[in-house]
């Protein structure tokens, strides 16, 4: 059986993974948009989380496998629709994420200074779309809306002292830019109260402890949480212990001349209404949010605005409120509310032989294990069914075959994953010379040049 899989991250080679273990005889054939593999590995991790990275060697592995091959620069919906992916193999797999981000839906979200978080993580991971984005950090004052890992991750970008940025394979013109940012006050804004927000302690525990800023928490946010939160789950209780200890510590005393420390903090219970532009109407300012109440308890605890309102003043406004997916071809259903394509247990609604995994079979939550569980999940299915005889394999298909000539005649070359090693070399060694682990090239047109396309 070929199997065709659309997305080299990490529900894509999960997903072939799987296969290809399980499935002695199956040839996995994977399609990726950029020359370069690995999708929010690459472009989605924090810079200084190369531990979280270590799972690219896997993918390595997967992508050496005889039976794996892998073609970059396809742009499926457009170099090649699904329907001819479905022609040429016995099953295919959609695992390409997430490409978009929601938007606030409120006044002012499109004036400068305003950016959403998915841009500023692919500026600052050399996400290619991204490259030219020039963020505005002249400000002193930033403030993201959102309490995710994301929104942390950010946080700490902006705070960290540049010597540990310069260790780490984040790219140059951002490391540039955070240089020379004024940026030294971060707020970290969410809708609902402490007891929901979505960051995990490992990401508070480190922004706690980052060094040369301190955390403002206002213990009165933290009233009463202890007997509220004693019956909820380890991690939610370990959390709230965190915050509600960093709230009560005593400031340490700064030496007397030493420059003012950089600080971070979390707001509650404050939805964004309008972001307020500046007097000459070119930037944003400043941003009004509603004070809101919560009804219900726990995850399910809804933002009720109480009427009040209060203004802040930042020069910076990031939205950190969540990913979401796009259609991709008009062959494929799609739930455009939920931002998923219809299906059980990964099985494409209503069009046998088409699956999905990852992000745009779920929604764009989780961390890369759960993706990995959810791929295993889809490629399982793909496995019964050709066990099963649901998915007839007697035709035979042509796999690539059919598809290069496809791409020929429409002038697409695609990218092997040999191509892919010798920009890695590439990026590896221009690191070296700056003493970090890589330096990405941001351009595709330079990764196509380095391998001679």
Known sequence: PRVCVVGSGPAGFYTAQHILKHHSGALVDIYEKLPIPFGLVRFGVAPDHPEVKNVINTFTQTARLERCSYYGNVTVGRDVTVPELQQAYHAVVLSYGAEDNRVLGIPGENLPGVYSARAFVGWYNGLPENRDLKPDLSC?????????????????????????????????????????????????VGRRGPLQVAFTIKELREMINLPGARAVLDPADFTGLESAVRDASRPRKRLTELMIKTALEKPVEMQAGAA?????????????????????????????????????????????????????????????????????????????????????????????????????????????ITTMNDSFDTAQSVLEDLQGGVLDTSPSREGFGLVESILRSRGVRPVSFSDWEKIDAAEVARGKAAGKPREKIVDPAEMLRIIGH
């Open 140 to 188: 002193e004052t930033a403030l993201i809306l959102g309490h995710g890992n994301v929104a942390l991750d950010i946080a700490r970008i902006l705070l960290s002292p540049l010597q540990l940025l310069r260790k780490t394979d984040i790219t140059d013109s951002s490391l540039a830019a955070l240089a020379c940012s004024k940026v030294k006050r971060v707020w970290l």
């Open 260 to 368: 003012a420390p950089r600080e971070w903090g979390l707001k509650f219970q404050r939805s964004p209404q309008e972001v307020l532009p500046s007097a000459d109407g070119k930037r944003a300012r400043g941003i009004r949010m509603a004070l809101t109440r919560l009804e219900g308890l726990g995850d399910s605890a809804k933002a009720i605005p109480t009427g009040d309102v209060e203004e802040l003043e930042c020069g910076l406004v990031l939205s950190s409120i969540g990913y979401r997916s796009l259609p991709l071809d008009p062959a494929v259903p799609f739930d455009s509310q939920h931002g998923v394509i219809p299906n059980s247990l990964g099985r494409v609604k209503g069009v046998p032989g088409l699956y999905c995994s990852g992000w745009v079979k779920r929604g764009p939550t989780g961390v890369i």
